[in-house]
């Protein structure tokens, strides 16, 4: 198992050393197994900031306590001082003798480059020179942005206000769609050119 999973896999002992190193934790930090064993996990890849909660979590298992929190975001370093954001999770296996402890280190770097691009994206909207707004099926207006505010003017409606019939049926047949649909709106001189692009998951 240890050695088909996906995340990063160190088995420890009571005092935090190594027993067990799997090749995603291998080439996840740059670390061979054969070179780790004995050395204290946390001291190896967890960075210094991090270590007294890493500790914390592990005396936890080690004295067969639940803690409130059974894993955390924390700092993990590879060999080359690399950071990565990792959750830990740590689950005891009581041996014969002795407890064991395997932690299971999920690499959520991925993640973390989304969340920030889901707020670059947000960011943008809103300082955006444009208007740009999102409006729900039922033809709510959910978010606009200050360069929008001509359109609301337009369409006699505010945040959190519904448009007029013909807008509300436009957005309606966007979504029932599928595919974008684009045209031009004409108020107090100046020309918008409008494209409606359905989020279907989002739901605006």
């Known amino acids: 198992i240890m050695e088909t999973a996906l995340d990063s896999i160190g088995t420890v002992d009571g005092e935090g050393r190594i027993v067990e190193f799997n090749s995603t934790a291998e080439q996840t930090f740059g670390h061979q197994r054969s070179k780790v064993i004995g050395d204290k996990l946390a001291e190896l890849i967890i960075m210094p900031q991090d270590r007294e909660v890493f500790s914390q979590l592990l005396k936890s298992h080690a004295?067969?306590?639940?803690?409130?929190e059974p894993s955390r975001e924390m700092r993990a370093v590879k060999a080359?001082?690399?950071v990565l954001p990792v959750v830990a999770a740590i689950k005891p296996i009581q041996l014969r003798y002795r407890v064991l402890?395997?932690?299971y280190l999920h690499d959520i770097s991925s993640r973390r480059k989304a969340e920030e691009e889901i707020r670059s994206l947000a960011k943008f909207a809103s300082e955006?020179?444009?208007?740009?707004?999102?409006?729900?099926?039922?033809?709510?207006?959910i978010y606009a942005n200050a360069a929008s505010a001509p359109l609301l003017d337009y369409?006699?409606?505010?945040?959190?206000?519904?448009?007029p019939l013909y807008w509300r049926n436009r957005v309606a047949e966007v979504f029932d769609s599928g595919r974008d649909w684009e045209t031009e709106l004409v108020s107090d001189g100046h020309i918008y050119s409008l494209l409606l692009t359905p989020v279907v998951n989002l739901g605006y």
Do not use: F, H, M, Y
């Open 63 to 68: 004295d067969g306590q639940i803690p409130e």
């Open 80 to 82: 080359g001082g690399k």
């Open 101 to 103: 402890l395997t932690v």
């Open 128 to 141: 955006s020179p444009s208007p740009v707004l999102r409006v729900n099926r039922p033809g709510v207006v």
């Open 155 to 163: 369409w006699g409606c505010d945040r959190a206000q519904t448009l």
